[in-house]
């Protein structure tokens, strides 16, 4: 996991007590999780200099944390699915929820934080 910008921390943390005031609260606790665990373990960016983040990058995240469900869900059900077939289910989710996520949130196809490539200032 990469350290995500404490203005985004900051971001979270007023739609956690906004979804509190709303009454929202499995949002709220569950944005409250997520930052405890920026806050702690994964850590902060305070600073975007030199900060780099690839598309490629945040696929692995992602699959990384859909590999994590994908455990709870074997254990859950009690079984031990092939992981071939569970890989090929992940990176297809994972494309899915990028292209889904740039969808909803009105993001750029390129996040201001890709390397830059030979030659491109």
């Known amino acids: 996991m990469k350290k995500i910008s404490y203005k985004l921390i900051e971001r979270l943390d007023i739609q956690a007590q906004e979804a509190e005031n709303q009454g929202l609260n499995k949002l709220a606790d569950t944005l409250t999780?997520?930052?405890?665990?920026?806050?702690?373990?994964?850590?902060?960016r305070?600073?975007?200099?030199?900060?780099?983040?690839?598309?490629q990058e945040l696929?692995?995240?992602i699959e990384q944390s859909l590999w994590t469900m994908a455990i709870q869900a074997s254990d859950y059900y009690g079984v031990a699915p092939d992981a071939t077939a569970i890989q090929k289910l992940i990176s297809e989710a994972s494309k899915s929820f990028i292209s889904e996520f740039e969808k909803v949130s009105s993001a750029p196809t390129i996040g201001p934080f890709e390397p830059k490539i030979p030659g491109e200032k």
């Open 46 to 55: 305070y600073s975007d200099k030199d900060h780099t983040h690839s598309l």
């Open 59 to 61: 696929n692995e995240c």
């Open 33 to 44: 999780d997520q930052l405890e665990a920026y806050a702690g373990v994964i850590g902060v």
